[in-house]
């Protein structure tokens, strides 16, 4: 690895910062994505994907740009957009807690200024991404809705768009930016053999992209039904690398400069 990668604790949160290759002779802000369950899909201790990423910067199809990776003091109370009841009531697994808003909250209004004050960033919503697997999708989501002026570049793998809810919020609040970029991807054997709403993750995943493709221009919208693939980890590091390539193509981040 060519870049830096260090670890920081700010607003009470361990963050996992990468810094690309050439960010100390950068001649421009650089992009920054924001990435849930502390950046583990580029966590060198777990998985090399910051090598990929880094033979994309050197190939030329990738900027380089600033991974901040956020840890959660619970996934199921923060990244859950309302109260709902547990999956599996009584086998250790609690309700989820429906504090999405006061995550966001602390990133858009401490982390981010934080960030954006002490790396050269561009802050524009355009260059700003937040992606997330499984619940990490979709509080990614919902940042899409609740916070447009500020991340521009959504990346959800394998989101878990089965929340109850969900999916009736957004047919409520089709005003989605047409300035955004999506990417999403879900494995076609994810939710077999479940007997509780994970078993509709297919359907309701179906049915979001048609929501999203009523309301930005498919050109700004990519999804993936991925072959063979469940919700395991090593797939969604194996993913990690096409969903930044696609949010942050070469091509598109070029004309926003």
Known sequence: ????????????????IYLPPSYDKASYPLPVVYVHDGGD????????????????F????????????????????????????A???????????????????MIVHEIKPWIDQHF??????????IVGKSLGGLVSLFAAYVYPHVFGRIGLMSASLWYEGFIEFMRERQHLSS????YMDLGNLEGVGKANRQRLIQTCTDEAVD?????????????????????????????????????????TVGLLK
């Open 120 to 129: 050269y960033t561009d802050d524009r919503p355009e260059m700003t991404g």
């Open 211 to 251: 929501i999203l493709l009523n309301n930005i221009p498919a050109s700004h919208f990519y999804f993936e039904r991925i072959k063979g693939d469940d919700h395991d980890p090593e797939t969604f590091y194996q993913r990690f690398p096409d969903l930044m390539g696609w949010l942050f193509d070469k091509k």
């Open 179 to 182: 300035d955004l970029r999506i």
């Open 1 to 16: 690895m060519r870049g830096t990668l260090f670890t920081e604790m700010y607003a009470g949160r361990d963050l996992l």
């Open 58 to 85: 050197a190939a030329g199809t990738l900027p380089e740009l600033i991974l901040v990776g956020i840890t959660a003091y619970d996934p199921l109370v923060e990244y859950t957009p309302w109260y709902a009841r």
């Open 41 to 56: 899909v580029f966590d060198l201790v777990l998985n090399g994907t910051l090598y990929n990423l880094e033979q994309r």
């Open 87 to 105: 999956l599996y009531p009584g086998l250790g697994h609690g309700d989820f807690g429906g504090r999405a808003t006061e995550y966001l909250n």
